[in-house]
T-cell receptor
Framework: GAGVSQSPSNKVTEKGKDVELRCDPI?????LYWYRQSLGQGLEFLIY????????KSGLPSDRFSAERTGGSVSTLTIQRTQQEDSAVYLC????????????FGPGTRLTVL | GEDVEQSLFLSVREGDSSVINCTYT??????LYWYKQEPGAGLQLLTY?????DMKQDQRLTVLLNKKDKHLSLRIADTQTGDSAIYFC???????????FGKGTTLSVSS
């Protein structure tokens, strides 16, 4: 596609439920990133995928967060047993080959945990 | 630790120049970036500068880099109301994977 797409654009869930957020990177981009944007913390890195290498999960805030990338393309970020502090905008980005290539961002998924 | 600092707000009048400043800590950063975020939208790459450059100009945008002081600035000439947005400065962190962002500068342009 022309740009990074994410779905859903908005998600409202109840505390304790699991959620899945989807990211479709730019075609041909091998690197994919998840970030979180919240009022108190600004923009934080969550996880990075590069080709078939093991992902860099160093930014995941707890073991309730996980992500996978199937077939080197689409990625799903899963948050289990959501908490109110998980409320944020989750942004996905992709770049051509590595992290030193420019990262292009999707529109984000706004997650609200009630 | 790694940190990127920006002033939080800037208010200018239409037609004036805007200068948004940023300081960063990682001297090994190869690229430094400016992103723009309009209300309810994702991050749009505005411009970037390679660390061996002092200046980059792109239409109304001028980026200045002072590596000695680890200071980056974005100048917007002839600022328009459509430039009102949040501007983020970012560097590649030491791990070489993630972007480290500043908290963002909210630019307000009045007519």
């Amino acid at each position: 596609g022309a740009g990074v797409s994410q779905s859903p654009s908005n998600k409202v869930t109840e505390k304790g439920k699991d959620v899945e957020l989807r990211c479709d990177p730019i075609s041909g981009h091998t690197a994919l990133y998840w970030y979180r944007q919240s009022l108190g913390q600004g923009l934080e890195f969550l996880i990075y995928f590069q080709g078939n290498s093991a992902p860099d999960k160093s930014g995941l805030p707890s073991d309730r967060f996980s992500a996978e990338r199937t077939g080197g393309s689409v990625s799903t970020l899963t948050i289990q047993r959501t908490q109110q502090e998980d409320s944020a905008v989750y942004l996905c980005a992709s770049s051509f080959a590595s992290s030193t290539d420019t990262q292009y961002f999707g529109p984000g998924t706004r997650l609200t945990v009630l | 630790g790694e940190d990127v600092e920006q002033s939080l707000f800037l208010s200018v009048r239409e037609g004036d120049s805007s200068v948004i400043n940023c300081t960063y800590t990682d001297s090994s950063s190869t690229y430094l970036y400016w992103y723009k975020q309009e209300p309810g939208a994702g991050l749009q790459l505005l411009t970037y500068i390679f660390s061996n450059m002092d200046m980059k100009q792109d239409q109304r945008l001028t980026v200045l880099l002072n590596k000695k002081d680890k200071h980056l600035s974005l100048r917007i000439a002839d600022t328009q109301t459509g430039d009102s947005a949040i501007y983020f400065c970012a560097e590649i962190g030491q791990a070489g994977t993630a972007l480290i962002f500043g908290k963002g500068t909210t630019l307000s342009v009045s007519s």
